[in-house]
């Protein structure tokens, strides 16, 4: 059989499987997956690669549904970038190898295996809407059939399956809905590299980078880094697509993360830098000044090392035995296991650092488990999550929902011993 698969009729006659890798290869690398279509689909059931074409000049075209068809029929299904390839394929039970190296190497490493034919193509053609389409059926097989060899040693390594499909899930919701902006104020104050690649019908997407060592997402796409917006007017550009733009705000929400692992109780009618701030300032009430040098004096002790004059107060007491612990553990053992699952390797230098990564994961955790319950509780709801920002959720909240919406999704994000604050605004800059 030939390494093109043409039709349904060579299609159904693939040998039954019980693993296989796949790539699929879109129009435009350089667009969102929500703005563009495959072209090429690569299946190798570990004794040979085919190129199965959905939308290539080159060859006819087979529906992508028959391919789907024949991938859930395989037990174990292996890809690079699973929550990508879910925008195209029903492919649920898919076991993302770059998760994988990430847990055997601490590191994703360099997976370059674009041909010379690709390099030039890319950097003449980068931004044209369908550029694979004019690169060679062959260029995409020997691409792919590399990709193939590099992900092998990997294969049968995988765990924490569960976690990450979770994970995976929440976050690709999150980022298929898009943020509607304000096009003037848009353009007036912020650039793009290419408006096609994530704009359209006044939405832009953004894309979680998820292949993070702590799995803390970045969210950097297209020029933007939407984790990391200034406090300016550039805000005013991001506007609900229903009524407004609802955000809650976590307060203290590292030392609260670290107070529910060790089993501490923090007061919920206060904020966490009310309190510690009695201890600091030696007094009960703080003046606005104090609050937030309050904020970062706990930044300090948490990521810098516990200073001598708070050693006593009872969560620095805890914190310093953390710390204690997760770096005895790392000498002995060789890695810390992180929430998640993940073996952080011995290669952290300070133990505040490996406290700074397990808190990280810690985050993401929770996160990840609050969104899948607010997945639900919005389910045929308009009202969406549209951002994550570490401690803060965008809510563009539609008002038919009602006001008991907002009190279930502040309940959720409260559950274990949380405290969230509230603001609303007509758009992101909520000052404005």
């Given at each position: 059989?030939?390494?093109?698969?043409?039709?349904?009729?060579?299609?159904?006659?693939?040998?039954?499987?019980?693993?296989?890798?796949?790539?699929?290869?879109?129009?435009?690398?350089?667009?969102?997956?929500?703005?563009?279509?495959?072209?090429?689909?690569?299946?190798?059931?570990?004794?040979?690669?085919?190129?199965?074409?959905?939308?290539?000049?080159?060859?006819?075209?087979?529906?992508?549904?028959?391919?789907?068809?024949?991938?859930?029929?395989?037990?174990?299904?292996?890809?690079?970038d699973k929550k990508w390839h879910s925008y195209f394929l029903d492919i649920p039970h898919a076991i993302d190898v770059y998760f994988t190296i990430l847990d055997e190497k601490n590191e994703i490493g360099d997976f370059d295996c674009?041909?010379?034919?690709?390099?030039?193509?890319?950097?003449?053609?980068?931004?044209?809407?369908?550029?694979?389409?004019?690169?060679?059926?062959?260029?995409?097989?020997?691409?792919?059939?590399?990709?193939?060899?590099?992900?092998?040693?990997?294969?049968?390594?995988?765990?924490?399956?569960?976690?990450?499909?979770d994970y995976i899930e929440a976050y690709k919701w999150v980022e298929e809905q898009g943020i509607r902006i304000d096009e003037k104020v848009f353009d007036k104050y912020l650039e793009v590299f290419w408006k096609a690649r994530s704009?359209?019908?006044?939405?832009?997407?953004?894309?979680?980078?998820?292949?993070?060592?702590?799995?803390?997402?970045?969210?950097?796409?297209?020029?933007?880094?939407?984790?990391?917006?200034?406090?300016?007017?550039?805000?005013?550009?991001?506007?609900?697509?229903?009524?407004?733009?609802?955000?809650?705000?976590?307060?203290?929400?590292?030392?609260?993360?670290?107070?529910?692992?060790?089993?501490?109780?923090?007061?919920?009618?206060?904020?966490?830098?009310?309190?510690?701030?009695?201890?600091?300032?030696?007094?009960?009430?703080?003046?606005?000044?104090?609050?937030?040098?309050?904020?970062?004096?706990?930044?300090?002790?948490?990521?810098?090392?516990?200073?001598?004059?708070?050693?006593?107060?009872?969560?620095?007491?805890?914190?310093?035995?953390?710390?204690?612990?997760?770096?005895?553990?790392?000498g002995e053992n060789g890695y810390v296991l992180l929430p998640n699952g993940r073996k952080l390797l011995k290669s952290i230098t300070t133990p505040n650092k490996v406290l700074n990564y397990y808190v990280q994961c810690l985050e993401?955790?929770?996160?990840?488990?609050?969104?899948?319950?607010?997945?639900?509780?919005?389910?045929?709801?308009?009202?969406?999550?549209?951002?994550?920002?570490?401690?803060?959720?965008?809510?563009?909240?539609?008002?038919?929902?009602?006001?008991?919406?907002?009190?279930?999704?502040?309940?959720?994000?409260?559950?274990?011993?949380?405290?969230?604050?509230?603001?609303?605004?007509?758009?992101?800059?909520?000052?404005?």
């Open positions: 059989m030939y390494f093109i698969i043409e039709t349904k009729e060579q299609l159904q006659k693939l040998p039954k499987v019980e693993k296989c890798f796949i790539d699929l290869v879109t129009l435009s690398e350089e667009a969102h997956p929500l703005l563009t279509t495959p072209s090429v689909i690569y299946y190798n059931d570990f004794s040979k690669g085919y190129i199965i074409p959905i939308n290539h000049s080159e060859a006819f075209s087979i529906g992508i549904e028959d391919v789907n068809e024949l991938l859930l029929s395989v037990p174990d299904l292996y890809c690079l674009y041909t010379p034919v690709h390099n030039e193509f890319y950097n003449k053609f980068k931004f044209q809407p369908d550029i694979n389409n004019l690169i060679p059926i062959s260029k995409h097989y020997e691409r792919c059939e590399c990709l193939f060899e590099m992900i092998q040693p990997f294969i049968g390594l995988e765990r924490n399956s569960t976690w990450l499909n704009i359209k019908d006044g939405k832009i997407y953004s894309v979680y980078n998820l292949f993070n060592l702590t799995s803390r997402p970045t969210n950097a796409y297209n020029g933007l880094n939407f984790l990391a917006f200034n406090k300016d007017n550039s805000r005013s550009a991001f506007i609900p697509s229903n009524d407004v733009f609802v955000e809650f705000d976590f307060d203290g929400y590292h030392i609260r993360l670290i107070a529910n692992l060790l089993g501490m109780d923090l007061p919920l009618d206060k904020s966490v830098h009310e309190e510690l701030g009695r201890f600091y300032f030696k007094k009960e009430y703080l003046t606005e000044d104090e609050y937030h040098e309050s904020k970062k004096i706990t930044f300090r002790q948490l990521y810098n090392g516990v200073e001598e004059q708070y050693k006593e107060i009872p969560i620095f007491i805890r914190l310093n035995e953390l710390i204690e612990n997760l770096w005895k553990e790392l993401t955790v929770n996160n990840t488990k609050k969104l899948l319950k607010l997945k639900e509780l919005l389910k045929n709801r308009q009202s969406k999550v549209v951002l994550v920002v570490y401690d803060s959720i965008l809510i563009d909240f539609s008002k038919q929902d009602g006001r008991r919406i907002l009190e279930g999704i502040k309940e959720i994000l409260q559950e274990d011993g949380y405290r969230v604050k509230v603001r609303t605004g007509a758009n992101y800059n909520f000052s404005k």
